[in-house]
């Protein structure tokens, strides 16, 4: 029931947004779409506190309850984006991003998993947390980065329309992807240092071939790519942007492609 | 009865040198109000003054008397004019007073359409009507309720139509290009080149929105010179241009020279430090003084004179095409003001109307009792309930429907149609007489 009504309040915030954006931003409607977005962050903390209360388990184990949490550290990224002014907008990218994954997860039953792991305890809820919200910095990104390749188009197209008027200025969506990746890629580093601890305290061996450690290796290596390309001369911003946007779209299709072919699936993420 | 009317004198009627000697000052403007007010039948008065228009706003309206000592107040302040004043000066009365009003408020009736610092004026011309607690209020309560509802309009006319939206001038298009690339303009540098007046309006615009730091350089350097003072730079030898350029975030370009003084060499040259450093170019010169080539450069926003007109042109008809959406709130607005009016009015009116025909039905009575000396008490009673029973019903109908007139707009056309039909007049000065000055009517009608 309060997936529900996380989910309507989700799904208000981004109609809202979408009007904003036929308005070119003007009046209040921004302001409300946040508001209402941060109030389905809250019915979504709620949904996942009752959840660990009735199971007696934090929502990181199973592919439900999984994107779910996923789906809230991105709607917690939006809301901590709120002394931004106008880079909140994000949220017109964001919010499709937060009710896809918590549809899924809904329409998969938001249930505790059978299965036992031998990964479990405070190692295990650090590495998931420290790995999603290294997801969440990464999600920002790439809405900071889609918004900056919009603005950046409309500027060199001599353009200043709604979607001008609307699209955050290129500055600020630049600070907000940076802040994204950095703190995305130290917490997914962190997730994998933890990981990788674990393995070789407690397994004394590295399986190479699992999907979920390539998966989680190429989203490391995204990470990399996406810093890399701010070193040098040219737009420096722009290739960031870029490298945010495929990276993201990237680990997205991946993910994808690893649970429709992976005998491992349950437990994948 | 009319409730306001306007005479003035705007863009629309007269040039800027005859605008300008009608230009008040908000001394000036309140002096002057205290003594339209103090020496005719003046009631209310505001008066606006700004750079496109100045109007007096009088009550009550639909009096020739009052809308001349308007004029006189503007005519007084232009002085001596080739062909007199009047050619140049427009009244409005009544209804349109009132949709004048609110057009102006919306940016209707600007010189650029839809342009938000109306607003502010009509604002300011209201507050001083009414603002200064050591003279008596110069607006009252009909101007009081117009201008708080025109500023209203206004508003409303700007948060829900795209009226003002996109920039409408060279300097406010810059300022937004400059926004949109940089975020906060807090102490970014801006470098002029060349010393037109639009790049001086354009740093003016940018200065109010947070650049702190302003370089000049021209051919001259004197001239550079003149326009940093005036503008709080710092002038710069033109040979020292491109070191200059290395640390500029927004570059005005407006000389007249006949060859591009930015080439892509030099530039590139010059920015060998910072490549990467976003720049806004706004090139207002013809012949250009930016070469194109410099607009491919990384993180470079190159636009021309046209580039900008192209925006300037879109952004205008943009605006245009709202207007009849702002012209429905207009209508709206005014329809409510003049069902306000009415209200005011019709209270009286029944009043009269009634105090009218009951003079005559005792007159007709008293007629009739001289003839039928011999008839009895009970029968003058019956005939005196009679009487006055016709009198409410002949008046039920007439009274409900100007009841339901002040209701759905109409009730001034309808207050003036009765009074004027019924001969109120002469009744309302009656008891205006009996009355004595302050004892006015000013309930209103719930329908």
Redesign the interface.
């Known amino acids: 029931m309060t997936h529900a009504v996380a989910l309507l309040l989700y799904i208000g915030s981004l109609i809202l947004w979408f009007r904003s954006l036929l ?2 931003g ?2 209040r409607g921004p302001g409300i779409a946040f508001g209402l977005a941060a109030a389905g962050v809250a019915a979504h903390v709620v949904a996942l506190a009752r959840f660990t209360a009735e199971y007696g388990q934090l929502p990181l184990n199973g592919l439900a309850p999984s994107l779910s949490t996923v789906a809230l550290i991105i709607g917690i990224g939006l809301v901590a984006t709120l002394g931004l002014g ?1 880079g909140r907008r994000v949220g017109i990218v964001l919010v499709p991003v937060v009710i896809l994954l918590e549809v899924v997860a809904v329409s998969l039953g938001i249930e505790p998993a059978t299965e036992l792991l031998d990964f479990q305890g405070a190692w295990f809820v650090f590495h998931v947390t420290l790995a999603f919200a290294g997801l969440g910095g990464l999600a920002v990104a790439f809405a900071s980065g889609l918004l900056y390749l919009v ?1 950046l188009h409309e ?2 197209a ?4 709604r979607l ?2 609307f ?6 969506l630049d ?1 907000l992807g940076r802040t994204g990746l950095v703190a995305g890629f130290i917490t997914f580093t962190l997730a994998l240092a933890l990981g990788w601890l674990w393995t070789v305290s407690f397994r004394q061996s590295f399986d190479q071939s699992n999907p979920k450690v390539v998966w989680a290796i190429m989203c490391w290596l995204i990470f990399v790519v996406a810093f890399g390309v701010r070193v040098g ?5 722009r290739r960031s942007a870029l490298a945010s946007v495929v990276g993201f779209s990237l680990i997205v299709v991946t993910y994808l492609g690893l649970r429709m072919v992976s005998s491992q699936g349950g437990f994948f993420l | 009865m009319s409730p306001v009317s306007v005479v003035g004198v705007s863009h629309l009627t007269a040039p800027v040198e005859i605008r300008e000697r009608f230009a008040f000052t908000p001394a000036e403007a309140e002096a002057v109000l205290g003594g339209l007010r103090a020496g005719s039948e003046v009631e209310e008065a505001v008066l606006l003054s700004t750079c496109n228009r100045t109007e007096v706003y009088v009550c009550p309206g639909g009096n020739e008397r009052v809308q001349d000592a308007a004029e006189r107040v503007l005519s007084d302040k232009a002085g001596e004019v080739v062909g007199g004043t009047k050619q140049y000066l427009y009244r409005h009365d009544g209804e349109a007073s009132v949709r004048h009003l609110y057009r102006v408020a919306g940016g209707l009736a600007s010189l650029i359409l839809g342009e938000a610092e109306i607003q502010g004026q009509v604002k300011d011309a209201y507050e001083l009507a009414g603002g200064n607690p050591a003279t008596p209020p110069l607006a009252g309560p009909v101007l009081h309720r117009l201008f708080q509802s025109a500023l209203s309009a206004g508003g409303r006319i700007r948060s829900t139509t795209p009226i003002g939206e996109g920039a409408a001038s060279v300097a406010s298009v810059a300022v937004e290009l400059a926004r949109k690339i940089f975020g906060s303009l807090e102490g970014r540098q801006v470098m002029i080149l060349g010393a037109g007046t639009t790049a001086e309006l354009v740093v003016e615009a940018l200065r109010r929105d947070g650049i702190r730091g302003l370089v000049v350089s021209n051919r001259t350097y004197e001239r550079a010179s003149e326009l940093a003072s005036r503008l709080s730079g710092h002038a710069v030898h033109f040979d020292e241009m491109p070191f200059e350029l290395a640390k500029t975030d927004i570059l005005i370009a407006s000389t007249a020279a006949p060859h591009p003084l930015v080439t892509r060499d030099g530039f590139r040259h010059a920015r060998e430090g910072s490549p990467s450093r976003p720049l806004l170019i706004l090139d207002l010169a013809i012949p250009r003084d930016v070469e194109p080539e410099v607009g491919h450069e990384a993180n470079v926003f190159l636009y021309n004179v046209d580039d900008l007109h192209e925006i300037l042109d879109d952004n205008l008809l943009k605006r245009r095409e709202s207007v009849p959406e702002a012209e429905a709130i207009v209508e709206e607005y005014a329809r409510d003001f003049l069902r306000w009016y009415g209200s005011r009015g019709v209270v009286p009116v029944i009043r009269s109307l009634r105090q009218r025909w009951d003079d005559v039905r005792q007159r007709e009575l008293e007629r009739l009792w001289q003839k039928l000396s011999h008839a009895s008490a009970d029968d003058r009673d019956a005939v005196e309930a009679f009487s006055k029973q016709l009198l409410n019903k002949l008046l039920h109908d007439p009274t409900k429907r100007l009841k339901q007139g002040v209701g759905n707009g109409r009730g001034v056309e309808f207050i003036d149609a009765v009074r004027y039909l019924h001969d109120l007049e002469a009744v309302e000065a009656d008891r205006s007489e009996a009355s004595g000055p302050g004892d006015d009517d000013e309930a209103e009608v719930d329908e």
């Open positions: 308005s070119g003007r009046g106008e603005q500027l060199t001599k353009r200043m329309g001008f008027q699209t955050p200025p290129l500055a600020t600070r001369g040219g737009v420096k911003e």
